[in-house]
């Protein structure tokens, strides 16, 4: 296997046309603040017609299928234009796509016209609500009812830690609804698209200390036409599996971010302290090649899961395990940059002396949040123990666009 990393005379020629695109069409004051607080009604008008024309590009959801809205591209030309999308600071899509897998594998050909084309085209915004007060870790434990009445159902409950850029309205709210108290764990779900303007529908701001990009939801009798369940009533687990396949880590990532790691080298190089290197210091040295080390055994995992996925392989533990990783050592980087940078690592976005224009103080408040968004540290163990074969159960993985139809979604 070879590791070097080349890029070939088309995603050359593609990484041009990216950034010749991006300079003429993005103005610098709408490219993507560092805190996602500082995040402006202006820009988010800006990229929401901004993104209906990337879409027409096909750099929307680059990799998703073209009959649908996707851009139907290869991930050699996804990373690269990953690549220039991030560099710019162009805004992603607001849609928390957890959702793009459950509706390509469980939804009819009818649903998907109606709901994915949208998404994918940018003209509509779904979020996903999975979390409940009393039930996170222990999905199967969702308590937020849906009825049947006549053709429609009327949905009560509430969730928490509903994600979603702070000046985003979204159009949908997805996840699972108890359909039947009656029926067994895991069996007892419908998983819906939840029309998020209708009547009875609150979305409250929970203000982390991370920001404000986490919400409430409350549904209070909120009525739902028959079309908006995702696979039939009494599915909603195995739907809300696919999504988890993908919010596990399952797709891993091909792009390496300009994490605090590289900015963290840099400062060095640069800084003197009274005409002195900090680098010059051995324990500093030790700490930022360790740091060094695990940045660059996350990017080798993300990439292999993402080989795999693409290659169409069924992911096994190797989605957790990546995720696992990523996370657990995005927080002893931050204690690095903290060691390394003082107190300057706590200057913010609005401070004159802050490094790197304050990123570093948003990556300290949103990294130890982080390690419990999309299932917490514990919960990725648990997955990999139980795909492993060390637990009480053995779970494959779930079925997931590229694997539909070869794969078993998995309970206990
Ligand atoms: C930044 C952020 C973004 C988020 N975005 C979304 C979103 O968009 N949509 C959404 O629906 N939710 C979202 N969440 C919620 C997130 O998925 C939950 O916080 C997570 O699933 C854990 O649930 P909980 O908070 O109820 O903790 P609990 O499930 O109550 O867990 C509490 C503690 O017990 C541990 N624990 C629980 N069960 C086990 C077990 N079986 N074995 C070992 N340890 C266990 C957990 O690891 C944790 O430490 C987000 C959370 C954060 C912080």
């Known amino acids: ?27 610098e004051k709408m490219k993507m603040p560092l805190d996602e607080d500082d995040f402006t009604e202006e820009m988010y ?17 680059p990799t998703l299928p073209k009959q649908y809205g996707g851009g139907g591209l290869s991930p050699e030309l ?27 594998v469980w939804a009819t050909e ?22 409940e007060p009393k039930s996170g870790s222990d999905l199967a434990s969702y308590q937020s009812s849906a009825v049947k009445d006549g053709d429609d159902w009327i949905m009560n409950g509430s969730n928490v830690f509903v994600s979603g850029n702070p000046a985003d309205r979204p159009d949908y709210l997805y996840g699972p609804m108890l359909t039947d108290r009656d029926a067994p764990r895991h069996r007892n779900l419908g998983y ?15 203000n982390l200390v991370s920001g404000s990009g986490q919400n409430f939801v409350f549904m209070d ?6 079309d908006h369940l995702i696979g039939g009533d009494h599915q909603g687990w195995q739907v809300a599996m696919t999504s988890s396949e993908k919010e596990h880590g399952g797709e891993g990532s091909i792009f390496r971010s300009e994490g605090p790691i590289e900015n963290l080298v ?17 324990v500093l040295q030790q700490k930022i090649a360790e740091a060094h080390i695990e940045e660059r055994i996350a990017d080798v995992l993300n990439k292999r899961t993402a080989w795999m996925y693409h290659a169409g392989q069924e992911i096994n533990w190797e989605g957790a395990n990546t995720q696992f990783y990523s996370r657990e050592s995005g927080l002893r980087q931050v204690g690095r940059v903290r060691d390394v940078m003082g107190m300057y690592a706590l200057l913010g976005t609005g401070d004159q002396l802050a490094p790197h224009g304050g990123r570093q103080e948003v990556n300290q408040r949103t990294s130890f949040i982080l390690q419990h968004g999309a299932g917490s540290l514990n919960i990725a163990k648990v997955v990999i123990a139980r795909r492993i074969g060390i637990s009480r159960t053995r779970e494959r ?14 309970t206990e």
């Open 78 to 104: 996804a990373i690269v234009l990953t690549d220039e999308l991030s560099r710019f600071r162009a805004q992603g899509p607001f849609t928390i796509d957890f959702i793009t897998p459950a509706i390509l």
């Open 192 to 206: 819906f698209l939840i029309p998020a303007q209708a009547p009875g529908v609150t979305i409250r701001k929970m």
């Open 45 to 61: 008008l800006f990229w929401r017609e901004k993104h209906k024309e990337m879409a027409a590009r096909g750099w929307l959801f």
């Open 397 to 410: 993985a779930a079925a997931t666009p590229m694997t539909a139809g070869r794969t078993a979604a998995a």
């Open 1 to 27: 296997m070879d590791f070097e990393h080349t890029y070939t005379k088309e995603q050359e020629q593609f990484r041009k046309e990216v950034r010749t695109w991006l300079e003429a069409n993005v103005p």
């Open 110 to 131: 009818e649903q998907k016209q109606k709901f994915l084309v949208p998404i994918l085209k940018g003209e509509k915004i779904a979020w996903q609500k999975f979390t």
């Open 221 to 226: 009798n909120v009525r739902v036409p028959g």
């Open 266 to 282: 840099s400062y060095v190089q640069e800084r003197r302290r009274q005409g002195v290197s900090p680098g010059g210091n051995l």
